[in-house]
């Protein structure tokens, strides 16, 4: 069993999970800023992995 597979697949399940409940708990308003800030943070997670795989070829 690979325990990094089952714990990146637990925290992929626990950010989906809460970013579901933001959106359904927000407002208008709240919806286009947390949809703002959630692309944001995709691009530099997206920046990080492209980092550390330039780094480590």
Do not use: N, P
């Amino acid at each position: 069993m690979q325990l990094q597979a089952i714990t990146k697949g637990l925290a992929v399940g626990a950010a989906a999970g809460m970013v579901g409940y933001l959106v359904s708990a927000a407002t208008g308003s709240e919806k286009s800023r947390l949809r703002r800030r959630t692309v944001k943070a995709v691009h530099a997670l997206g920046a990080v992995f492209d980092s550390i795989s330039d780094i480590l070829h």
